[in-house]
């Protein structure tokens, strides 16, 4: 019986501000949208970035930085 994954709460082009709240270990951000997961290279825990999606996948998602949130 085929079990239909949910659809990522993301999507590949669209921006998003987050809070970095993790480092995985290739050393790039962990932020979570929705608990879904985004690495975003470039960003340090404690990071409040906008980011713009580059990839999704079933789960997990691929981001770049866009700027630092203003204070």
Do not use: Q
């Amino acid at each position: 019986m085929y079990r239909k994954e949910p659809s990522a709460p993301v999507v590949d082009g669209e921006t998003y501000d987050v809070k970095i709240e993790g480092i995985a270990r290739e050393g790039d951000g962990i932020a979570r949208i929705e608990g879904f997961v985004v690495f975003v290279p470039a960003t340090k825990l404690g990071d409040e970035v906008k980011i713009k999606i580059n990839k999704v996948m079933h789960r997990f998602a691929t981001a770049e930085l866009v700027s630092e949130k203003a204070e």
